[in-house]
């Protein structure tokens, strides 16, 4: 059977330039109506027992060329477990090499979350007790869903996957809906008398349909569009009409990056136009991420300045001067965690899953 690849299916990017036995050249395609690109995921068939050469070229010139140093692809046989990958960056090309045991491997930037699981994910929470609306639509008309735990006071928001190629956020929410979930747990019993936590798995689902790095549909990356969102940010939009309906004490917007390997916050504390009791805010909660999570730091992350004349948009700058809450962006790595390090799965889905489940236990403890 001669080496087939595909990336024809939900979340899929690849192209492919040429196939030459199991040598195969490939190359990353950019965001929908977009320049972005970074992300990959794809098919590869007929190859068991072949040593493949997979060489994705001029990576260099993808969105954050820093993002390959020192990075291992992930692969898969069955679709479900992820694992790191012989991968070395060469003279601006990623070549990966494997040798497949299956008839079907798949390779990808990050373990992927399917919509199917996304969707399987909100009505098994719906199931147990979670209130389950839609409160808006995609550009291409995708439901924006929002999960709603509890009923205290404090007013408390998780956004996810701004950015669709950040997989890794999806993850991150399946830990934090499961230990939402746990109504025998006293921990979160207690968390959800003093909060109601409202949950968007999945802001940009166009993006993640089509299977890009950060762009929506209309090419847009979300997170520079909270200040007034434009028309074709009906996302965003949506979300802020929510947030305004109930109010927000706190946020967290969680995200993947590229180049850095380590868990990081970038929060509102560093924003000149903060409260003393927003800045507090933020620095309680660092205090007890630490000792909830021996992945997270806060040694390394963004300088003060990052985001530059863009910064007032974001939405952990736009959110907490709207509201007046604490706000910030959770950042995990898609390289392994230097302080958390896994030689066979990198960071992983479990690790963000374990990360969500800390947050909340730190969120707990602070309020």
């Known amino acids: 059977m001669a080496l087939a690849v595909s990336s ?71 679709g479900q477990v992820w694992h790191q990958c012989d991968t070395r960056y060469d003279n601006g090309d990623l070549i990966i090499t494997y040798t497949p ?9 990050f373990a992927p979350y399917s919509l199917n699981r996304h969707e399987e994910l909100l009505h098994r929470a719906a199931g147990t007790g979670a209130k389950l609306d839609i409160i808006g ?74 299977g890009n790095l950060r762009a929506n549909a209309a090419g847009l990356d979300l997170n520079r569009q909270w200040h007034i969102p434009p028309e074709n940010a009906p996302e965003v939009a949506a979300v802020l009409k929510a947030m305004d309906d109930t109010g927000v004490d706190f946020m967290m917007d969680v995200h993947g990056d590229e180049a850095i390997p380590h868990v990081f916050i970038d929060g509102c ?27 997270f730091q806060t040694t390394y992350g963004y300088p003060p300045n990052f985001g530059g004349d863009e910064a007032p948009t974001i939405c952990a700058r736009a959110i907490p001067r709207r509201y007046g809450c604490v706000g910030m962006t959770l950042e995990m790595p ?32 602070i309020l």
Not at 12 to 24: H, K, M, P, R, Y
Not at 270 to 285: E, F, L, P, T
Not at 340 to 365: F, I, R, T, Y
């Open 8 to 78: 024809d299916f939900d979340g899929g990017n690849i192209e492919v330039v040429a196939v030459d036995g199991a040598q195969a050249e490939l190359r990353i395609r950019k965001d929908s109506r977009a320049g972005w690109s970074q992300w990959f995921y794809f098919r590869v068939e007929g190859a068991v027992g072949q040593g493949l050469t997979l060489t994705l070229k001029d990576v260099d010139q993808c969105s954050y060329p820093d993002g390959w140093d020192n990075y291992r692809a992930r692969a898969s046989e069955d």
């Open 101 to 109: 045991q299956t008839p079907v491997v798949w390779f990808a930037y």
């Open 137 to 210: 639509h995609s550009t291409e008309g995708r439901p924006i869903s929002r999960l709603r735990f509890g009923s205290g006071r404090k007013k408390v928001w998780f956004l996810g996957r701004q950015h669709s190629g950040e997989t890794m956020a999806s993850w991150w929410m399946e830990g934090a809906v499961a230990h939402l979930m746990r109504t025998d747990d006293p921990a979160v019993t207690e968390l959800l008398s003093k909060a109601t936590v409202y949950l968007v798995p999945l802001v940009n689902i166009d993006g993640a349909f089509h």
């Open 269 to 295: 504390d560093i924003d000149v136009k903060s409260s003393a009791a927003q800045k507090n805010g933020c620095q309680d909660y660092y205090a007890a991420l630490l000792k909830a999570s021996s992945a």
């Open 334 to 365: 898609f390289k392994d965690s230097l302080d958390a390090s896994d030689p066979e799965q990198g960071w992983s889905p479990q690790a963000s899953a374990d990360l969500g489940v800390a947050c909340l236990n730190a969120l707990n403890a």
